[in-house]
């Protein structure tokens, strides 16, 4: 089968490998109709996540049919359209059972306190092979598949994979009430679909926050209010947008590729200024055609948007954050979160959690995900997919990747 293949920091490359086979009683095979790029793997191969094994199938994002199951596995039988969700669980610990499915203490090979398995991610994360593939082995399938209903297209069920439930959470554990102001920092995927959650949970004002106007334009449709940090200080103008409080909650949608944070005028007067631009002079002379992040794997380094959230919410408000960031690879200012008496959420989303609800949610005509789906390829051009979204260039907001039927 064809799939995408890592074979080292910046290096990817299409590659044909035996299909899988099932390895434990609750696995399942599933044929992948769909699978789609994710921010998260650029993470993977710019190096800025670290401990990649070469020669691991990436992606994380996919939608199906079952081809085969293992002899345990209860509610999938070969046929069925699924998603599957992103985030690896078990479905039966006790984490899996408080529906903490991003904490799952059996998943991860690595033991209990590995952190959260998915697909296509380093060893620590697994590892398991990944989506962009034609074939995937899907471990726990019946926590870890859903079925997609009839009603769902494949296309809105792929952003269900992961995307739409994160940005979800993001606005969950934001604590989004009806009338509250947020500000949703990256307007990427993920930052998209907070978007949209935020205001599905009912808040009267949804402030996007980022540099890139066709991103910004894509959240003016959404109906968020939008603005751009190259020209005004985002932390200012957040105070003018709620009455000089700050908003009630601040989204961190970015993670700890942010150094585009680092352009124009209203970074110019933040103190982490001088690291990142080093950073970015030093990733320039990086050979390669991908951004490379080796510097983040250093620990220690700062995130201007973490920075902005503090500064820009209102004493008592939440800041939440989804955007991906290694262990200990960034400074946090704890003191000045102290002192404004604010709420810090971070975690991985347990996608399990929340994949019915938003797929019952599509069913019901609520909402389309899959308007932010702006390009459509074969798996086979998938190399060539990822150096245009990894540029983030105009229109490369979200790639799906179909194997030719
Ligand atoms: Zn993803
Ligand atoms: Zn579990």
Redesign the pocket.
């Known amino acids: 089968m064809k799939a995408l293949v890592f074979k080292g920091v910046g290096k990817i490359e299409l590659a044909e490998l035996p299909k899988p086979v099932l390895q434990d009683s609750t696995d399942a095979i599933v044929r992948i109709i769909a699978a789609?790029i994710?921010?998260?793997?650029l993470h993977m191969v710019r190096g800025s996540m670290s401990g990649m094994k070469p020669g691991s199938i990436l992606g994380?994002?996919a939608v199906g049919i079952v081809e085969q199951v293992g002899a345990s596995v209860q509610n999938f039988k070969e046929g069925d359209r699924v998603v599957v969700c992103?985030t690896i669980a078990c479905g039966n610990c006790v984490y899996c059972q408080a529906e903490e499915y991003s904490s799952c203490d059996r998943a991860n090979p690595n033991g209990p306190e590995a952190g959260t398995a998915f697909f296509g991610g380093p060893v620590s994360s697994g590892p398991f092979d990944g989506l962009q593939a034609e074939f995937a082995r899907i471990p726990y399938a019946d926590a870890v598949l859903v079925a997609i209903p009839e009603q769902v297209n494949n296309d809105d069920a792929l952003l269900v994979?992961?995307?739409f439930p994160?940005g979800y959470m993001a606005a969950k554990i934001a604590d989004v009430q009806e009338g509250d102001i947020v500000a949703v920092f990256g307007c990427g995927?993920?930052g998209q679909m907070a978007i949209a959650s935020a205001k599905l949970l009912g808040a009267s004002k949804v402030i996007a926050v980022d540099c890139l106007q066709d991103r910004l334009e894509t959240a003016k449709g959404q109906g968020a209010m939008i603005l751009n940090y190259n020209e005004n200080d985002p932390v200012e103008a957040l105070h003018d947008l709620s009455d000089g409080y700050g908003p009630d909650a601040c989204i961190d949608a970015v993670g700890l590729d942010a150094e585009k944070a680092t352009e124009g005028p209203a970074s110019e007067k933040r103190p982490f200024i001088k690291e990142f631009s080093d950073y970015l002079e030093q990733k320039m002379l990086a050979p390669t055609k991908f951004n490379l992040g080796d510097q983040w794997r250093q620990g220690n380094a700062p995130s201007q948007v973490l920075q902005w959230c503090v500064e820009s919410v209102r004493k008592s408000g939440v800041i939440s954050i989804v955007g991906v960031y290694a262990e200990n690879s960034v400074r946090f200012p704890i003191g000045l979160a102290m002192q404004k008496a604010l709420t810090v959420r971070a975690a991985n989303c347990s996608h399990r959690k929340y994949v019915p609800t938003l797929l019952k949610l599509i069913a019901d005509g609520q909402f389309r995900p899959s308007a932010i789906l702006t390009k459509q390829c074969d798996l086979i051009q998938a190399v060539n997919c990822y150096e245009h979204f990894d540029r983030r260039e105009s229109g490369w907001l979200k790639v799906r990747l179909s194997p030719a039927a």
């Open positions: 789609s994710c921010g998260t793997d994380h994002e992103s994979s992961d995307v994160t995927p993920v």
